[in-house]
C-alpha cells in the first residue's frame, strides 16, 4: 500500500512521466532514423506521411510495427501510473482510457501532476487573493462571471490563430474549447465551490457566449459556428470536468497554475503548427444509375444547362453549389468551367476517353460558402485556400438494356485540423453536390435519350 501511495503523488507522476516519454522519443527517434525518417515530437498527432494513419506506406509498415512493439512496457507502465493518480485525486478510472487520445492525453498529464490528491486538501482561505478580487462575491454574480470572462480570451485565441498564424486547426478547434470550458467552473467557484451540474452549465453558458461574440464581432458566420460546435461542445464539456475538479478543492495554487498552463499551451499549439506537412489528399465518390446509354450520358456530363434553384438545407444556407457546366474545345486540353454560387471551377481535361472516361485538374477553386451573418458579406479567411480541389472525374460503365452507371470524384486536400473531423463535413457536402450534379445529369440524358 504504502508503494501505491507513492506512485500515486503527483511528484512522482509528472518526474516518471517525464521521463519516461524523454527516453520512448530517444528510442523512437532511433527506430526511425533505422528506416530513413527524421522522426520528430510532433510526429506523434501528426504523421510524417499524407493520407490517415490506417493507410501506412508499404514501405514505413516495418517501422511502425517496430514503434508499435517499443511501445508497449511504456504504455503499460504509463497505463498503471495514469490509473493510479486518477484514484489518488478522486476521478473514475474510466478516464485512463484518454491515454490513448492524442493531445488529450498530454492535457490529461498537465491535470494530474496539478491536480492535488484528496490527502492535501486543507481548509480554503476566507479572504479572496489575487484574481479572486475581481469576481463578485455573490453566488449569481459570480457564476456570471464565469460564463462572460471566458468569452473574450476565446475571441482573443481565434484573433491570434486565424489572423496571427493562419491556422485553423488544433489550437484553435481543440485548445481553445478546452481552455474556455476549464475556466467557466474555476471562476465561478472562486469563492465557494459549485455543483457539478452548476460547473457544467456555466462551462456551456461560456461556449455560447464565445461562439455569440465571434458572431457579434463578424469573426465568423453561423454556419461555420454551427459545423465546428460539436467538437467544441466535447472538448468544453472536458474542460468544464478538469476545472471542476480544480474549483471544488481548497489547495487553491494549482488552479491558478494549471489554468496558467492550459493557456499558454493553446498559442503554443498554434504555433507548432505552423510546421505542419501537406494535408493529405482525399477522394470522395459518388454514383448513380441513368436509363439512357454512355453515349447519350456524356453529352450531358462534359456540359450541362443552368440547374434548378437548390433544396437543399446545407447550400440554402451559404455553402457554394453547381449551378451549370460549359466547355470550350474539345479532347485533352480543353477546359471545363464548373460554375458555382461564388464562381467557377476551372478544369482543363487531361483524360478524353469518350464515353467512358472524363478526367481534369482543378486549377482554380471559388469561394467555398457564403456567410450565414447578420452584417451580409462576411470575408472570412477559411472561405479561400483552406479548401483545395485538385482533380475530378467522371466515370461511365455500360449496363444491361442501354443504361449506364457514371460516378462522380472529387480529390481535395483542406487546411482544416482536426483533419478526420473536418473531413467529415468535407465529404457529407462534397457528396451533397455530386448528387446534384448528378440528378441533373440523369434528367438531362433521361430526356434526350
Sequence with gaps: MRAIAWLSRREVYAVAGVLLALVKYLIDRYVAAWYGVQWLPWHYWILPHEGSPLQVPDALRPMYLTLLWTSAPFALVGLTLTYLRLRAVGLHGGWVLLFFVPLLNVMLFLSLCLLPGRELAVAASAGARGWRRFVPRDERGSWWAGALLPAPIGVAFCLLGVYGFQQYGWGLFVGAPFAVGLLAPVIAGAHAPRTRGESLAVAGTALLMWGAGLLLLALEGALCLVMAAPIAAVLGFLGAVVGHMLQARPNRPSTEWLSLLVLLCVPALMGAEKRL?????????????????????????????????????????????????????TGVGACRYCVFSTGAFVEPITVWDAPRLLR???????????????????????????FVAEQGEFRLTPLPNNRTRLVGTTWYRHNLYPAFYWRWWCDALIHQIHRRVLRHIKAQAEAHR
Design 277 to 329: 506537412t501537406q494535408p493529405p489528399l482525399y477522394a470522395v465518390s459518388t454514383a448513380v444509375e441513368i436509363d439512357a446509354p454512355p453515349e447519350v450520358v456524356w453529352r450531358s456530363v462534359i456540359a450541362f444547362p443552368p440547374l434548378p434553384e437548390p433544396t437543399e438545407l446545407p447550400f440554402r444556407l451559404g455553402i457554394a453549389y453547381p449551378t451549370e457546366a460549359r466547355i470550350e474545345g
Design 360 to 386: 481534369f485538374r482543378v486549377v482554380e477553386n471559388p469561394p467555398t460558402l457564403v456567410e450565414l451573418s447578420p452584417y451580409g458579406h462576411l470575408p472570412t479567411p477559411h472561405a479561400h485556400g483552406y
